[in-house]
């Protein structure tokens, strides 16, 4: 068997105060998240953040920094996340969500249940963020 973690990719975006999550379909209920996904074949993981955020929010995102990276064990399949922040540069509240998400919500930190969260790394995303951790996206290298 060969073992290979599942890459994904998270957008921590605040804005006055507030963070955009996703409401979405999980096997374990309806749960919250950052706009966040897989990284798909072919592109950096700041391609893929822009990407996820789009489909899963409607909102257009510019990745200005890393937050952080993080690992998490669930069971037998361990997930490493990338997690970015950056800014909205538009809306489309027209757009077709991906299938599973219900609606993309602004809310402040006390609003969010840490209970309702996809994974610990949402909460442990924001914390970071929060804390003023934010590393240069040149942190990251991409070849093609």
């Not at 998270?10 to 966040?36: C, M, R, W």
Request: no cysteine; glycine share 8%.
């Amino acid at each position: 068997m060969i073992w290979k973690p599942n890459v994904t990719v998270a957008s921590v975006i605040e804005s006055d105060g507030k963070f955009l999550l996703v409401e979405e379909h999980t096997p374990e209920g309806i749960l919250y998240n950052q706009p966040a996904g897989h990284l798909e074949p072919g592109e950096s993981l700041m391609e893929g953040a822009i990407r996820e955020t789009l489909e899963e929010s409607g909102y257009g995102f510019e990745p200005r920094a890393v937050v952080g990276i993080y690992q998490w064990r669930k069971r037998d399949t361990t997930y490493l996340r990338f997690a970015f922040a950056g800014r909205i540069t538009h809306h489309e509240p027209e757009r077709k969500l991906d299938e599973g998400i219900i609606a993309a919500h602004w809310l402040t930190p006390g609003e969010i249940r840490k209970d309702r969260l996809r994974s610990p790394m949402v909460w442990r995303a924001m914390e970071d963020f929060l804390s003023g951790m934010r590393y240069p996206l040149d942190i990251i290298t991409t070849w093609r």
